[in-house]
């Protein structure tokens, strides 16, 4: 007799498929329809990863399922449907709970297991409340929330239909402002009004002549004065006197401040000395009276005998010649020589306490480049941790031994400073 395919029991017979199933088999894969099978488990179970498992366990791979979901919740919301899944499913498997870095990848390959294995009808009803489900087509986009962003969009649509109707206002608005003052702009003036027939007469022959420019014209009561035509005086008889800058200041500037050149340029008016206070007195010790001095000293006047002051009685200041650079030679000669120079002094600490002078001095000469006199005294240092020196070296190995590379890791170098003496009063 034929056996079955899934639990190898004799009796089986074909089924759909070209399946050879006994009947246990055939009602598990193949439930059958109506009410008894919607009456087997009527349990309702609230949760979102396990509601969307369940729903594409059919349609897509496990892989694919594990990866979605894991990027969707949380490890504690994975451990928890696996937990709800054991409880409910009760598989015969035992329960086991994952460790490590991919206990999530774990959990999600334990769910989908105990879910494949487990008999439809007794696998319970899971729904999701939060619709917080992973977008994987477009049969699982949120519509509440598309909902809500069409909604922004049409009021935001709206602000700017808005806006632009309101622009399109101002813009007539605009042109027909801009044409009514181009209208008002072009209008033709209107003509002066007539002379009215009341005027007053002209003058008869009998009124007094027009009076001269020598002379000014006498009163008459019978007519007004006829008002002369002729030209106005010239702009030489009205202008002002021109007056310099000096005889604008001398009235409130004191003597000592004019140059003696520009006190002939006032004849006929004194210049008094304006009275000495404590400030004027007190600006000049701090040195404000610089430019007063320099006006009141004697004016120099050229070789040919002309004077170098401007027409206001001021002389331009002529910038100094500079002076020529030193140089300093760098020949070789043997006949003459330059004195020695004074030997560069460089300060070097954070040594051994046990350093030497001598241990110093033999660094240095096994180190430098080119001969040199070198020098080393022991410094008083403020603790007995470490020991300083003061060395001497000429100036052309100054730029190597300051140099960083010279020194070994840790000493610190710089240039020498000798305290200052304090001058006795």
């Known amino acids: 007799m034929p056996r079955c395919e899934d639990c190898r029991e004799a009796g089986a017979q074909p089924c759909q498929g070209d399946l050879v199933l006994c009947q246990r088999c055939s009602d598990k894969r193949f439930p059958p329809s109506g009410s008894e099978s919607e009456a087997v488990c009527k349990d309702v179970i609230i949760n979102d990863l396990l509601c969307f498992t369940v729903n594409k366990m059919d ?17 504690e919301e994975i451990e928890s449907a696996k937990r709800l899944v054991f ?24 769910i989908q297991r105990v879910l494949h294995s487990t008999a439809p009808p007794s696998l319970p009803t899971f729904v999701s409340a939060t619709l917080h489900l992973p977008a994987v087509s477009l049969e699982h986009v949120d519509i509440s929330v598309c909902m809500q962003e069409l909604q922004i969009m049409r009021q935001e649509m709206k ?37 009215s027939s009341s005027a007053p007469p002209a003058p008869s022959s009998s009124a007094p002549p027009a009076p001269s420019s020598s002379a000014p014209p006498a009163p008459s009561t019978s007519a007004p004065p ?9 702009a030489s008889t009205l202008a002002w006197p021109k007056e310099s800058y000096a005889d604008a200041v001398s009235d409130t500037c004191p003597s000592e401040t004019i140059p003696k050149s520009l006190h002939a340029g006032l004849p006929g008016r004194q210049v008094e000395r304006a009275p000495t206070t404590k400030s004027s007195q007190a ?16 004016q120099s006047t050229s070789a040919g005998g002309h004077s170098d002051l401007d027409s206001e009685g001021f002389r331009l200041v002529q910038r100094k010649k500079k002076r020529s650079r030193a140089v300093v030679g760098t020949a070789v000669s043997s006949s003459l020589s330059a004195v020695k120079s004074r030997p560069a002094e460089i300060f070097v600490t954070r040594l051994e306490p046990d350093t030497l002078t001598q241990d110093v001095e033999r660094y240095l000469t096994d180190n ?51 305290r200052r003496r304090s001058s006795t009063s």
């Open 283 to 298: 600006s000049r010790r701090r040195g404000y009276s610089s430019d007063s001095r320099a006006l009141a000293r004697p």
């Open 59 to 75: 349609t897509l791979p496990f892989d694919i399922i594990t990866k979605l979901c894991t990027e969707t919740y949380m490890d």
């Open 159 to 195: 602000l700017i239909r808005d806006c632009s109707i309101d622009s399109v206002r101002v813009q007539t608005e605009l042109v027909a402002l801009r044409k009514e003052i181009w209208e008002l702009k072009n209008r033709p003036s209107s003509a002066p009004p007539a002379p």
């Open 368 to 418: 430098l480049s080119q001969k040199c006199a070198v020098s080393c005294s022991k410094l008083t240092t403020k603790y007995d941790g470490y020991s300083s020196f003061r060395v001497s070296v000429d100036y052309n190995a100054l730029s190597e031994v300051l140099s960083p590379s010279f020194w070994p890791c840790g000493i610190l170098v710089r240039r020498f400073h000798s």
């Open 226 to 234: 006829v008002v002369s035509t002729s030209a106005p005086p010239a």
């Open 87 to 110: 409880d409910t499913c009760k598989p015969d498997e035992r329960y086991i709970k994952r460790k490590g870095g991919d206990k999530s990848t774990a959990n999600m390959e334990d």
